[in-house]
T-cell receptor, first 116, second 114 residues
């Protein structure tokens, strides 16, 4: 079991609210990711970070923002939530690949967000 | 266009039976292929990772095969259990030393009935 945590697990909020989804890992991984997943659909990368003070946008356009002030912490923020933001958000981190060892990606349990 | 296609979209089997899930990909260059199990409301958990040179890899009752020539992979589940009910996701990476770009399939939703 990977040591990567997400809170809250479930969140129901009203339109226009500001929210922050928390993600933390205790494995010392430099690389962290945020994915968005709708039911029956593939995961879409929305943000990633290769280390402290490094953040990049992913493939799927997202109105959310991220920060990486500490290695272990990678929060995602929505300034003004809308119903279109309703989805499952998955955080992930990867170890460092080395000779003979493939890079592995570990996922958190996810946050199910519902915006009314 | 780099894509990962999985079939069937959903599958229902009886407890104790075997099943095989399919994954076809067009990702190039190819580095490795992963199968993940995702329980409802949870994050994906890695089952197997295979590189270009590997044809088969097992993890308990799960056996993955890879044919890099035809760009096909399968995940065989033996003697299914109720706890096998989940979505099984095929993921292809185009680089090895760094994570590179990951291409996700939509998953096969497996339901095991008693």
């Amino acid at each position: 079991e990977a040591d990567i945590y997400q809170t809250p697990r479930y969140l129901v909020i009203g339109t226009g609210k500001k929210i922050t989804l928390e993600c933390s890992q205790t494995m010392g991984h430099d690389k962290m990711y945020w994915y968005q997943q709708d039911p029956g659909m593939e995961l879409h990368l929305i943000h990633y970070s290769y280390g402290v003070n490094s953040t990049e946008k992913g493939d799927l356009s997202s109105e959310s923002t991220v920060s990486r002030i500490r290695t272990e912490h990678f929060p995602l923020t929505l300034e003004s939530a809308r119903p279109s933001h309703t989805s499952q958000y998955l955080c992930a981190s990867t170890n460092r690949g080395s000779s003979g060892r493939l890079v592995e990606q570990f996922f958190g349990p996810g946050t199910r967000l519902t915006v009314l | 266009k780099n894509q990962v296609e999985q079939s069937p979209q959903s599958l229902i089997i009886l407890e104790g039976k075997n099943c095989t899930l399919q994954c076809n990909y067009t990702v190039s260059p190819f580095s490795n292929l992963r199968w993940y199990k995702q329980d409802t409301g949870r994050g994906p958990v890695s089952l197997t990772i295979m590189t270009f040179s590997e044809n088969t890899k097992s993890n308990g009752r799960y056996t993955a095969t890879l044919d890099a020539d035809t760009k096909q992979s399968s995940l065989h589940i033996t003697a299914s259990q109720l706890s096998d009910s989940a979505s099984y996701i095929c993921v292809v990476s185009d680089r090895g030393s760094t994570l590179g770009r990951l291409y996700f399939g939509r998953g096969t939703q497996l339901t095991v009935w008693p």
